[in-house]
Structures are given as structure tokens and as C-alpha cells.
């Protein structure tokens, strides 16, 4: 049978459609970076605190006011400020804290360092973890293993990370004291020791991302495990194995990655209680004593820097899903 | 109410969440009668106690009795859930329903403003706000209300679209009912249990969210009792007191499983696919 459509040049359309896409891409990219800066800048004007006032306190005169106003830009349309700020943070500057005068993007740093960690750790648990529990239940699919995962999922979403980290150093730090109870130490310092540090937080944190992800793959891959395909391959004669990973799991991960991408800002909230648990110097610790004090600029650049966090967590989500699948990315 | 949903009452799983829930509002209204003991009493000769005939679930490092202050602090748990839940459900699901109205464009803008929300994590934007507009009870509630508002947004948009798509629709347009006339007698009813399924989850996520907020002092003052600050307050002596986070932390759970399978039971009675809050 010969096809009456006449086939259009592959590379073309191919070109076309992802450069297309690029740009919707990006201009999605940049206007979502536009409205999340302008929220997170506007916050701070839109309290109408004021440095003199933060740091003196009720003994700020006008002059004081006035002067304090002009020293970090504030007496400037808001626009302008605006702009600034989002050009500064742009080569890496983030103003300096009405406090301390120190450097925003240093206090920033130290602090990301130390949820990195333990954000990080928690999101490899989580994959392998979850993912390990989720292949399982979608083979046992109906088995006892299965709704073991699936009851062990029901509870994991019902508690806060904070709590399992209390649960965490309850069990291994004061029944059995195989963990230390809290505290920090650099990579670069004493790397056996960071990792005994950030192992108990990393692990509270994993758990509610763990149970998503095992739950989305269960449901994706038990749907994928009845596809006509799997079933063409099983007649085929391939190996079990073989369908399994490089057929249907292929096929059933995307929405499991998607999940671990929604994941990122919940781990880094998240990661921000469970420091005060474990008493790690991180940016939750930055943002909360900034908002006790009302120091603005330390508390707009905490929340620019998580932003460009999940922005990054999630193209790279979006990447890794696109390589898997190269259809999906309409 | 639309039909659907009256179907989901018939299952135990709802019932037994609906109990829960109105035990848990019951305690929030009348907490402070409730309570056994003044929740803020101090007594430093019985500090850090464990469970007794006086005391059933112990004292605190102050030795303040442990249930009252459990019962008392349901209510700042319970109103500022309600607090975020509504302002999103307000800022959210209202504009979703009524944007079936607008064109490419609106939706263009209102979809990345969104996403521009979605990026930003609840815990620190909610720490944020109150450090910027004061550590009172509703900034950061309301905060959390702002952060739910894309999801209710998206949830109900698509459910409107959906349902604006139907023949029936068509049929009544094509008879001459007015734009608002179709949403409001068509396309409403429908969008409903789509929307108490996200109402329950964000609910669930909400609470998970202000314990933890309360958990770390932000919109609470002192002295008052939250369940988050019980916690807190456990934390520095785990070494005496180990099992004392239990009694809160099942609190915690079970309030939030209540709200999390009433949501998935609405969600296989109606078929709705909302997902699940962030």
C-alpha cells in the first residue's frame, strides 16, 4: 500500500519544531523568573520597612531615616530598585545586610552549602529508595509487597520531615547512639564527619519524596507492564529482565521523574525545619533570624537563590524526561 | 452538592475521616474548655513528667501539663489551615473557573504567573513574609493561601475547560444561555468535587505546612500552645524525655491521613483526576 501523504523533509520540521520550542521554552523560562523576582522584591518594599528603623529601632530620628534610605538605594523609584537588585544578583551581588553590612550572596553560600547537602542525599535516597520500592510493588503488582508499599506510602505522606527527624534521633542518636544528634562540619574539613552529620537529616527528608515517587512509579509502570508492546516483547522471547528495564521502565519513569522535579521545593522547605531538628547552620537558620530582625535584603536574596534552585531542578527534570522520551515534548 | 459527591458519603474510609475531622474541629472550637489544665500554667517542681493519673500525657520542660496544651493548641492549628486552604481556594478556584471567559493571552499570563508562584517554596515565602509584613497569626497563613492559589487555579481551570467543551454545553449555548448562565448552571456542579478533592489535599499539605511554621515560632506567640510548639519544645530534651514527641506527632498524622483519604475517597467515588497538592 503506497501512502497518499507526501512526506515533508524530516530535518526541517525536526529544526523548526525545536527551535520553536526553545524559544517558548525560554520565554516561559524568563517571564516565570520576572514574576517570582518581582514577588520576592516587592515583599520587601511592599512592608515598607525600612533599615534605620529595623536596626536603631524606636530611637531612629528622620535624619537617621533619610540617611540610612539613600546609603542602600531605597529613596529611589521601586522600579529602579528593582531592576538593580535583579542586575546585581545577575553578576552575583545581593546587597549587603542591614545588620551586619556583610555581603548577602557570602551569608547566602554558607547556608545553601549545608542544604545542598543534605537536600542532595535526600533526593539520591529518594530515587533509589523509592524507585526500588516502586519497581517491586508494580512486579508483585496486587502481592504482598505491594500493598506493604503501598500502606508504608500512606503513612510516609501523612508526616512532616520534621517529625521524622525527631523520630530519626530518637532511634539513632539517643536509644542507640550509632549518629551524633546535630551540628555541621565542612566537606572540605572532615568529610567522614559531615557525613555522619547530614546522614539522619538527609534521610528524615527523603522519606516523603521516597513514598511519591515509589507511588507514581507503581502506577506508571503497572500500566506500562499491560501494554500491548510488553506483551509483543515477552512473545518475542526477550528476557523478563530485559522488558522490565529497558522497555516498560523507560516508558513508565517519566511521570516518576516529573514528581521528583514537583519534589524540589518541598525538599528545600523541608530541609529548612529539618535543620532546626538537627541544629545545621543552613538557610532556613539565615531566613528565619533575617525575618526575626526584619533584615530585608538577607531574607530577598534566601528566597531569590531557592528560586533559581527549582528553576534549574526543574529543566534538568524536564531534560532528563525529553531524553527518555523523545515524543513527550509535544 | 452534586450527586457524586453524596456517593463518596457511603464509604467507611469517609465516614471514619469525617469523624476524625470533627472531633479534631471540636477540640479546635471548644478547646479551651476542654482542656483539663491551664495550658500555660507553669510548675517547676513537676518538670518533664511522664505520663500519670495527674498529668496523662506528662509536663513539658516548665512543666506544663502536656494535654492541655495538646487540646488548646488545636484551635491555631485548625484556623490557620482553614486560613490558607480559604484564601487559596478564594484566590485560586475563582479566577480558574471564571478564566473560561478569557482568551489565549489571559491564559498565557495567568499560567506562568503560576508557575512563577509554584517555584517558590511554601516554608521559606511563608518565613518570609512574616519577616517582612511581622510574625503575626495570618501573614504567614495567608502566604501559604497565595502559594495554594496556582494549584487551585490549574486544577479548576482544566476541569472548567473540560466541562465548557461538552455537547450539553453547545446545546445550551446554541439556545441562547449567556456565558455566565452555562458556568454557573452547567459547568459548576461539575468542577465541584474536583475542587473538594484539591480542597481536602491542599488541606492535608496546608496543615503539614503551618505545624511546621508553628514548629519553628513563625506566626505563634509564645506562650500559646500549638502543636508544632509541643513539638519544639520536646526537641531540646529528648535525652530525658524520648517518647514525648510521640502524643503530637500522631496528632499531626492522623489529622492530616484523615484529609488525605477523604481526598483520595472523593477522587475514586467521582473519578475526578485532580492531582495531588504540592
Redesign the interface.
Known amino acids: 500500500m503506497t501512502s497518499l501523504i507526501v512526506p515533508r523533509p524530516a530535518w526541517r520540521a525536526g529544526t523548526v519544531a525545536r527551535v520553536a520550542r526553545m524559544a517558548r521554552g525560554t520565554a516561559?523560562l524568563v517571564?516565570?523568573?520576572?514574576?517570582?523576582t518581582f514577588?520576592?522584591y516587592g515583599?520587601?518594599a511592599?512592608?515598607g520597612?525600612n533599615p534605620a528603623a529595623a536596626v536603631l529601632g524606636e530611637t531612629a530620628t528622620p535624619q537617621d531615616i533619610a540617611r540610612m534610605s539613600h546609603e542602600f538605594g531605597l529613596d529611589r523609584p521601586f522600579l529602579v530598585q528593582y531592576v538593580t537588585w535583579l542586575g546585581d544578583a545577575v553578576t552575583g551581588h545581593l546587597g549587603r545586610s542591614w545588620f551586619t553590612q556583610l555581603p548577602v550572596a557570602d551569608s547566602v553560600v554558607q547556608g545553601l552549602k549545608v542544604d545542598l547537602s543534605i537536600t542532595v542525599l535526600a533526593v539520591a535516597l529518594a530515587v533509589l529508595i523509592g524507585g526500588g520500592a516502586g519497581l517491586g510493588a508494580a512486579v508483585s503488582d496486587g502481592g504482598r509487597f505491594d500493598r506493604a508499599v503501598t500502606a508504608v506510602c500512606?503513612?510516609a505522606?501523612?508526616?512532616?520531615?520534621?517529625?521524622f527527624g525527631?523520630?530519626l534521633?530518637?532511634l539513632f542518636?539517643?536509644?542507640i547512639p550509632l549518629f551524633p544528634?546535630g551540628g555541621y562540619v565542612p566537606l572540605d574539613q572532615d568529610p567522614v564527619q559531615w557525613l555522619r552529620l547530614i546522614i539522619l537529616p538527609g534521610v528524615a527528608l527523603s522519606f516523603d519524596a521516597a513514598a511519591?515517587i515509589a507511588r507514581q512509579l507503581r502506577t506508571s509502570l503497572v500500566g506500562a507492564l499491560r501494554q500491548n508492546y510488553v506483551t509483543g516483547a515477552v512473545v518475542r522471547g526477550l528476557s523478563a529482565r530485559r522488558v522490565l528495564f529497558r522497555h516498560a521502565l523507560r516508558n513508565a519513569a517519566g511521570p516518576a521523574i516529573t514528581v521528583v522535579g514537583?519534589?524540589v521545593?518541598?525538599l528545600?522547605?523541608?530541609a529548612?525545619?529539618t535543620e532546626?531538628?538537627f541544629a545545621l547552620p543552613g538557610?532556613?537558620q539565615l531566613?528565619?533570624e533575617?525575618?526575626?530582625?526584619?533584615?530585608?535584603p538577607v531574607?530577598?536574596g534566601?528566597?531569590l537563590v531557592?528560586?533559581v534552585i527549582?528553576?534549574i531542578a526543574?529543566l534538568a527534570v524536564n531534560m532528563v524526561v525529553a531524553r527518555l522520551h523523545p515524543g513527550s515534548s509535544r | 452538592m452534586s450527586v457524586s459527591l453524596r456517593g463518596a458519603w457511603r464509604l467507611p474510609s469517609v465516614r471514619l475521616s469525617l469523624a476524625v475531622l470533627a472531633v479534631v474541629v471540636a477540640l479546635a472550637v471548644f478547646g479551651d474548655w476542654l482542656s483539663p489544665l491551664d495550658p500555660v500554667a507553669q510548675n517547676p517542681a513537676e518538670r518533664l513528667r511522664g505520663p500519670s493519673g495527674g498529668h496523662l500525657l506528662g509536663t513539658d520542660y516548665l512543666g506544663r501539663d502536656v494535654l492541655s496544651r495538646l487540646i488548646s493548641g488545636t484551635g491555631a492549628s485548625v484556623l490557620g489551615t482553614l486560613e490558607a486552604v480559604g484564601a487559596g481556594l478564594v484566590l485560586g478556584a475563582v479566577p480558574g473557573l471564571v478564566s473560561v471567559f478569557f482568551g489565549r493571552v489571559y491564559e498565557w499570563v495567568a499560567m506562568?504567573?503560576a508557575?512563577?508562584?509554584?517555584?517558590?517554596?511554601?516554608?521559606?515565602?511563608a518565613?518570609?513574609?512574616?519577616?517582612?509584613?511581622?510574625?503575626g497569626p495570618h501573614q504567614a497563613m495567608l502566604a501559604i493561601g497565595v502559594l495554594l492559589a496556582p494549584v487551585f487555579f490549574r486544577v479548576t481551570r482544566a476541569s472548567a475547560i473540560e466541562f465548557t467543551r461538552a455537547q450539553y454545553v453547545e446545546a445550551a449555548e446554541l439556545l441562547g444561555a449567556s456565558r455566565t448562565r452555562v458556568v454557573r448552571t452547567h459547568v459548576l456542579g461539575k468542577v465541584l468535587p474536583t475542587i473538594a478533592v484539591t480542597t481536602a489535599g491542599a488541606a492535608?499539605a496546608s496543615l503539614?505546612?503551618v505545624?511546621?511554621l508553628s514548629?519553628?515560632?513563625?506566626g505563634v506567640a509564645p506562650p500559646a500552645p500549638t502543636w508544632g510548639g509541643v513539638?519544639?519544645s520536646?526537641?531540646g530534651f529528648?535525652?530525658q524525655q524520648?517518647?514525648a514527641?510521640l502524643a503530637p506527632?500522631l496528632l499531626?498524622?492522623?489529622t492530616?491521613?484523615a484529609l488525605?483519604a477523604l481526598a483520595d475517597a472523593v477522587r475514586d467515588t467521582t473519578g475526578v483526576r485532580a492531582d495531588?497538592v504540592?
Request: glycine share 8%.
Open positions: 516561559s517571564t516565570v523568573l520576572v514574576v517570582s514577588v520576592t515583599l520587601g511592599l512592608g520597612a500512606a503513612v505522606s501523612t508526616v512532616p520531615a520534621f517529625v525527631i523520630g534521633v530518637v542518636a539517643v536509644t544528634s511519591d514537583l519534589h521545593p518541598r528545600i522547605g523541608g529548612v525545619v532546626t531538628v538557610l532556613g531566613t528565619r533575617a525575618a526575626l530582625k526584619h533584615d530585608v531574607i530577598q534566601a528566597l531557592t528560586i527549582v528553576l526543574n | 506562568r504567573v508557575d512563577a508562584l509554584l517555584t517558590l517554596p511554601f516554608i521559606i515565602f518565613i518570609a513574609v512574616a519577616g517582612v509584613l511581622g510574625n492535608a503539614l505546612v505545624s511546621s514548629f519553628l515560632g513563625i513539638l519544639a520536646d526537641l529528648l535525652h524520648p517518647l514527641p506527632a499531626i498524622m492522623i492530616v491521613g488525605n495531588a504540592v
